[in-house]
Nanobody, 129 residues
Framework: VQLQASGGGLVQAGGSLRLSCEFI????????IGWFRQAPGKEREAVSC????????YYADSVKRRFTTSRDDSKNKAYLQMNSLNLEDTADYYC???????????????????????WGKGTQVTVSS
């Protein structure tokens, strides 16, 4: 399994970006997808996680009501729609997945990001004032 995040860029505060995560090497359905970010000098943190069937989604408090996670299993892609971006959203964004999480709350999986087995390369998001 490989993942590749894309869609990052430079955006003004208040703007929007949509990140994509391509799932390669297997059928994505059934695999949960997590979005994580790491700002310069800070620890990696969870942003959002969506369950393998898309039925459960977790959002970190800092992105609730601004970010929306979705998945299109027919395309083997997941998405992170980011609206109302602010300076604190500047970071490298990563998508990741891991097996063996059926029935696990997405909040638990998301906040245990160190246990995620497969990581994609990050995509940089820079929010300017």
């Amino acid at each position: 399994v490989q993942l590749q995040a894309s869609g990052g860029g430079l955006v003004q505060a208040g703007g929007s970006l949509r990140l994509s995560c391509e799932f390669i090497g297997a059928t994505m359905y059934g695999w949960p997808i997590g979005w994580f970010r790491q700002a310069p000098g800070k620890e990696r943190e969870a942003v959002s996680c969506i369950s393998g069937d898309g039925g459960t989604i977790y959002y970190a408090d800092s992105v609730k009501r601004r970010f929306t996670t979705s998945r299109d299993d027919s395309k083997n892609k997941a998405y992170l729609q980011m609206n109302s971006l602010n300076l604190e959203d500047t970071a490298d964004y990563y998508c990741a997945t891991t097996p063996g999480t059926v029935g696990q709350p997405m909040a638990t999986m998301c906040n245990n990001w160190r246990a995620m087995r497969y990581w994609g390369k990050g995509t940089q998001v820079t929010v300017s004032s």
